[in-house]
């Protein structure tokens, strides 16, 4: 039978908020080991599980519908993938779904964030409806100067928590936390609690699926 791709959905809280992505790989990768499930392996002499992550998360950030994609050997009921796949990983990384792809990676084009912080609310509601809000964006290739004003779409704050959908994607991508180094730019005061957390990714208007 020829491999057949397959889509995990899951989260990552809690403590695993701290793994790191190239951790994360290691982690799914020896979970899926455990399993015993038939997951396809690269060939030649150095065989290795493939997975594709499709949007990275952020050291110390949570994502609730994170998603992931390999390959399956043989027909398995999904329901069994999902729950062997349970029991083989640590507790604050939990599979949600297991599907088949509808969309590739370089169609996810947003996602959404739930954010705690110690952030004055109406300091914070202040910095949100300013005309500009320019930032330092730092990357590989080195830093520039990002409006986040026409980035931000949906903007919703309740008490200390803010809800925001950004650009997200393998071209563009932005990290919440830049609102939040604005805000420290902006006021002279360093936001000491906070807690973001991806809850949706999108593809155009839609979920990513």
Known sequence: MPSVNTRAFFSKTGRAKYI????????????????????????GFNPRTYVTFMLPLSLGQEGLHE?????????VPYSEVKERLNAALPADIRVTEIT????????ITAARYRIESSAEPEKLRALCEKEQIN??????????IVDLKPLMSDVKLDGDVLEVTLPAGNSFNINPALIFEAYTAEYGERVKRLKIVRTHIYSGNREFE
């Open 67 to 75: 998603a992931m994609d390999f390959r399956l050997t043989e027909d």
């Open 100 to 107: 088949v792809p509808k969309d590739k990676n370089t169609d």
């Open 135 to 144: 930032v330092e964006k730092r990357t590989k290739k080195g830093s520039t």
């Open 20 to 43: 790191s992505h190239l951790d994360l790989s290691s982690v799914i990768i020896r979970a899926m080991k455990r399993t015993k499930l038939p997951i396809w392996q690269t060939e």
